[in-house]
């Protein structure tokens, strides 16, 4: 939404939790306001989780001309309602919307099949006169385990029952894919159209969610936790494109300059300081090198440190001496070369429970320490820490953590409130501070 990276708005421990005060900052121009200057029709359908504390945090406050779905991170699939600990008490209510009004006409009603009648409706009534933005993040795979039993009928051979809901949860956003595409078709905007599908992050372990053969959980900072998967299709494209696989290196925040300048032909000129996103059009559709050679993956000082040990000493010095203090939660990517400082988070890398893959067993403290740097190229997986063999770069690394560091405002700091109980507002999740109340 903004191209920029979490430390430039503060927002670097955020997690825009129910009842909590923070939003993404307002003063922050989003893509959505970018391509409406340039004459886009812009929607959002599915789950907005950027903050609802007061009306002008909603979507329909950033840009976007419609909003239909829930304005939390997850909620029941089906009642579309979210529990949530506020303090010491439990809160409940409805998350679900339409523009800026909560409502409760689609309880009962699978989140992923509305959200799917929503956006077809959209694409059905587009005038084609005006380009369309429309911006449809799912629910699935995301908790709880529920899912339609015509979904869950198809996966029957998977014993365990949780991967069975997980993988009927992914036949359900197959089939919302599937549709929404065949509406582009029938309407006649599928030729003109770039479709990009992603993730947010790797599958959650705790949900029977497995990102084998690579290493971590979602919330890690490994590659099974941070890596995407997806596809960008258009047939714009050249046909020696059409089917590859691009390895180059992309991050999240090139999408905003990437829809802004390279689809829309927009203007960043006033921006383009202000963003760490690149352009990366032309790498996608005609395998240019990406103009990206660096990622910055995390710096978090609330989460997560370790100690810097006897033998950490002896190997690398007193921390103090060091460019970056390696007990925090970091992580950046150089090239090929990953390095990873503080706790990287669960390292483990369960295979699929139906699959017949026979797990190895991994040499012990293979990942202990507060250094690691892999070189991602050979080693996807993340087995092989060669810091010590690469002191060098390493402190390079270190360097670059440390500028970023110097770069970063202050992290905001929401707070859990209260009056944002349900029961107040209707029983409903709803914005609850006056436009005079600050934010932080």
């Not at 197959?174 to 993730?199: H, M, P």
């Not at 705790?206 to 936790?225: D, Q, V």
């Not at 810097?308 to 992580?331: Q, S």
Request: proline share 5%; aromatic share 10%.
């Amino acid at each position: 939404m903004t191209g920029k990276y979490q430390i430039r708005m503060g927002t670097q421990h955020a997690k825009f939790c129910p009842g909590e005060t923070l939003c993404l900052p307002l003063n922050e121009k989003l893509l959505p306001e970018q391509l409406k200057e340039l004459g886009y029709a812009t929607h959002a359908v599915g789950k907005w989780h950027l903050g609802m504390s007061r009306k002008a945090c909603l979507p329909t406050q950033r840009g976007f001309d419609s909003f239909f779905g829930i304005v939390l991170g997850t909620a029941d699939h089906f009642t579309h309602e979210r529990t949530f600990k506020v303090l010491d008490r439990q809160f409940h209510g409805n998350a679900f919307y339409e523009n800026e009004n909560a409502t409760s006409i689609y309880k009962s009603n699978f989140c992923t099949q509305v959200y799917v009648q929503r956006a077809v409706q959209i694409i059905k009534k587009h005038d084609k006169k005006k380009p369309l933005f429309l911006y449809v993040p799912f629910q699935m795979v995301h908790q709880p385990d529920s899912v339609p039993a015509k979904f869950r009928h198809m996966y029957k051979h998977i014993e365990n029952l949780q991967r069975r809901h997980y993988a009927g949860r992914v036949a359900a956003l197959d089939e919302a894919v599937k549709n929404i595409t065949r509406a582009l078709r029938v309407r006649g905007l599928f030729k003109n159209s770039v479709i990009i599908f992603s993730t947010d992050n790797g599958g959650a372990i705790e949900s029977s969610a497995s990102n084998w053969p690579l290493r971590g959980s979602k919330g890690t900072l490994w590659e099974g936790g941070i890596r995407a998967v997806g596809f960008v299709h258009s047939e714009l494209f050249p046909t020696f494109v059409r089917g590859t696989i691009n390895t180059e290196l992309f991050h999240v925040t090139d999408w905003f300059p990437t829809l802004v300048k390279g689809v829309a032909h927009g203007n960043l000129s006033n921006i383009d300081s202000k963003l760490d996103g690149y352009n990366i059009w032309d790498s996608i559709r005609s395998f240019k090198p990406s103009p990206r050679k660096m990622i910055l993956h995390e710096i978090n000082r609330k989460r997560d440190g370790v100690n810097w040990t006897r033998k950490e000493r002896a190997e690398w010095g007193n921390l103090n001496k060091l460019p970056f203090n390696a007990t925090i939660r970091a992580a950046l990517r150089d090239g090929k070369w990953k390095l990873i400082t503080g706790k990287a988070g669960n390292h483990n890398r369960p295979v699929p429970l139906e699959s017949h893959v026979i797990r190895r067993k991994r040499p012990r403290g293979e990942h202990r320490g507060a250094i690691r740097l892999y070189d991602i190229s050979q080693d996807p997986g993340e087995k092989h820490n060669v810091a010590l063999e690469n002191k060098r770069k390493v402190k390079k690394m270190l360097q670059k953590l440390r500028q970023y560091q110097k770069e970063a405002k202050k992290a905001l700091e929401g707070q859990l409130d209260e009056r944002s109980d349900p029961s107040l507002h209707g029983g409903a999740w709803m914005p609850w501070l006056d436009d005079d109340v600050s934010l932080n």
